[in-house]
């Protein structure tokens, strides 16, 4: 019974959506999330942005200046391997 149990753990990792607030917003709402993550003792955050289809061209210019805004911080991210739309970003351990 607590190998099954244990097994269908999973840990609730903090999400947010982004994906339609403009540029700025989306940044500073992720930034505000970072900072809520980071002093709740969080160590991922996933900001759903989409990929880009509702997007002039169908390029994800959303996603692609959240990555440049977490560059300038110095935050690691990467694509969901899962859900090209998500982020997840990685977030420093004091």
Same mark, same amino acid.
């Given at each position: 019974? @607590?190998?099954?149990?244990?097994h %269908?753990?999973?840990?609730?990792? *903090?999400t947010?959506?982004v @994906?339609?607030?403009?540029?700025?917003? $989306?940044? *500073?709402?992720?930034?505000? $999330?970072? *900072?809520?993550?980071?002093?709740?003792?969080?160590?991922?955050?996933?900001?759903?942005?989409?990929?880009? %289809? @509702?997007?002039?061209?169908?390029?994800?210019?959303?996603?692609?200046?959240?990555?440049? $805004?977490?560059?300038q @911080?110095?935050?690691?991210?990467?694509?969901d391997?899962? %859900?090209?739309g998500?982020? %997840?970003?990685?977030?420093p351990?004091?």
């Amino acid at each position: 019974m @607590h190998v099954c149990l244990a097994h %269908n753990l999973q840990i609730e990792e *903090r999400t947010i959506d982004v @994906h339609r607030l403009k540029t700025r917003e $989306a940044i *500073r709402k992720a930034e505000i $999330a970072i *900072r809520d993550a980071l002093a709740a003792g969080d160590t991922r955050l996933r900001v759903i942005c989409g990929s880009g %289809n @509702h997007s002039l061209g169908k390029i994800p210019s959303l996603k692609l200046a959240l990555v440049a $805004a977490m560059e300038q @911080h110095r935050i690691e991210t990467e694509v969901d391997p899962y %859900n090209p739309g998500v982020l %997840n970003i990685k977030l420093p351990i004091s």
